[in-house]
């Protein structure tokens, strides 16, 4: 068997480092190597162990992921990068593709789209010989592309699920389905199948909370990252 993807984990919430770090452990294929927090901490990781590939946040207490994806890429240093952040600015997305960043993955996420993208990078690495013709070379650059859309339940749109799943993001308390319907402008029982749908895809929980006086309310909260611990080198 090839040996394992070595994986530095880049990110400055503890949290979520580990719980990215827990993710990668559980890809066939890909190992983790350490989670750190800092750039300064992750110069000192690629300097003493090898590592192939970096998920790499772009906003980081002592600098900008993409001006060090830019330093590796002068240095010479072979690590491929896949971004993680929250960063939505499609002129970050353009300046990460012209740094070779090989996947651009955005904050929260659950495990599937990590893995999801991890594999396809197994796939584009594992590409070995030559290419017969433009075929083979777009089998290969293909692998990196993204999935199409999953495809949604009979009845549900996509625009209404973002608006409903940024909704239950923003509400750390949580909500019922009748407050995300009032905020969303839908109805209680529609508001109901998107929370429905959020659970099922391992987005949002939902457990019952009890009053004073009738039968328990549904409530859904958007999942945080699942926490965890690697090892640090």
């Known amino acids: 068997m090839s040996a394992p993807v070595r994986v530095l984990v880049v990110e400055d919430d503890p949290v979520a480092a580990d719980a990215h770090a827990l993710y990668v452990e559980r890809v066939p294929g890909f190992t983790a190597v350490a989670a750190v927090h800092t750039l300064a901490d ?3 990781v690629l300097e003493r162990t090898r590592i192939d590939l970096l998920l790499l946040d772009l906003t980081l207490p002592d600098g900008n992921g993409l001006r060090f994806a830019r330093g590796l890429r002068a240095s010479g240093h072979p690590a491929d990068v896949i971004a ?3 960063a939505r600015d499609l002129a970050v997305v353009r300046e990460s593709v012209s740094l070779g960043v090989v996947q651009y993955v955005l904050k929260p996420f659950a495990f599937p789209t990590l893995r999801e993208r991890l594999l396809r990078y197994a796939e584009f690495r594992a590409a070995a010989g030559e290419a017969v013709g ?4 777009d089998r290969a650059l293909a692998a990196l592309r993204a999935p199409a859309a999953a495809q949604l339940p009979k ?3 996509a625009p209404t699920l973002d608006r409903v ?3 239950l993001r923003e509400a750390p308390e949580g909500l019922t389905a009748a407050g995300a319907a009032g905020a969303a402008g839908i109805s209680r029982i529609t508001a109901r199948r998107y929370l429905e749908h959020l659970v099922d895809t391992g987005r949002a929980d939902r457990a019952p909370r009890y009053g004073q006086v009738g039968r328990p309310e549904l409530h859904y909260r ?7 611990s690697v090892s640090k080198v």
């Not at 958007?222 to 965890?228: D, F, L, T």
């Open 165 to 167: 799943a940024a909704l």
């Open 42 to 44: 992750a110069t000192r």
């Open 222 to 228: 958007w999942r945080a990252a699942e926490a965890g």
């Open 134 to 137: 433009q075929d083979d070379v």
């Open 155 to 157: 009845g549900l749109s």
């Open 84 to 86: 993680v952040t929250s």
